[in-house]
């Protein structure tokens, strides 16, 4: 269930740059952009008031993160859009974090662990469910930050839905709000909602032929200002 509140945040991964406020970004200024620290405390800040969403062994390593951790993880996200790796899976992320970013190994392997320890508490459908979600956001992933909305873009709609129906499950409602309390407030809340009108009402993008409307869209989402200007 942590990785349904990851989707509806996913985006923030890909755009994680942004201009001075005020001055419009252009599709081709979003794809080509270099993260800064500067523009990783500014998101950082607006997206702080997301965190009674978030399990404290997710939020408080970003909460308490080192300067050496936001230098690394500025570089590691550069480094992805330059091409420079591309993960399949936890194995290869974990890998690339421990070789060339250190510093944020120890605290993504044991946030991974942790998640994994909630997974385990669910139901079959539900373990089934957050499995399938951790292979497609890997799959979703692509170093042109718009191809990576538009896979997300894409596939949020079923993404909300097998949610949603997760939680009418009798054989799994229980257990899910158990090992993910906070994504179940998230699922239930106001912010959600607004999220899935938006989601249900998205018409699939050609991923190469609609890059303006994919990054038009990155846009709507961006609330806080932070992702696209």
């Excluded at 190994?105 to 951790?134: D, H, I, R, S």
Aim: aromatic share 12%; proline share 4%.
């Amino acid at each position: 269930m942590l990785k349904v509140f990851s989707v509806v945040l996913a985006t923030v991964a890909v755009v994680v740059l942004g201009r001075p406020s005020g001055e419009q970004m252009t599709e081709s200024d979003f794809t080509n952009f270099v993260f800064t620290v500067e523009k990783l405390d500014q998101i950082l800040k607006a997206y702080s008031a997301y965190k009674q969403f978030m399990p404290s062994y997710v939020w408080d390593p970003i909460e308490n993160i080192t300067d050496e951790q936001k230098t690394q993880a500025v570089q590691m996200v550069n480094d992805y859009h330059a091409g420079k790796y591309e993960p399949k899976n936890y194995d290869d992320m974990i890998a690339v974090l421990k070789k060339s970013y250190p510093a944020l190994a120890g605290p993504y392997e044991t946030m991974y662990g942790k998640y994994k320890e909630q997974v385990a508490k669910l139901g079959p459908k539900g373990q089934e469910y957050c499995n399938n979600l951790e292979a497609q956001m890997y799959s979703d992933a692509s170093p042109d930050r718009v191809v990576w909305a538009c896979h997300i873009f894409n596939n949020a709609k079923k993404a909300v839905s097998d949610a949603k129906a997760l939680l009418l499950d009798d054989s799994e409602e229980q257990k899910i709000e158990e090992a993910f309390p906070e994504a179940v407030t998230f699922l239930n809340s106001k912010e959600f909602e607004a999220y899935s009108i938006v989601v249900n009402n998205l018409k699939p993008f050609d991923c190469q032929k609609d890059r303006e409307q994919v990054f038009n869209t990155i846009k709507l989402f961006d609330k806080h200002n932070v992702l696209s200007n």
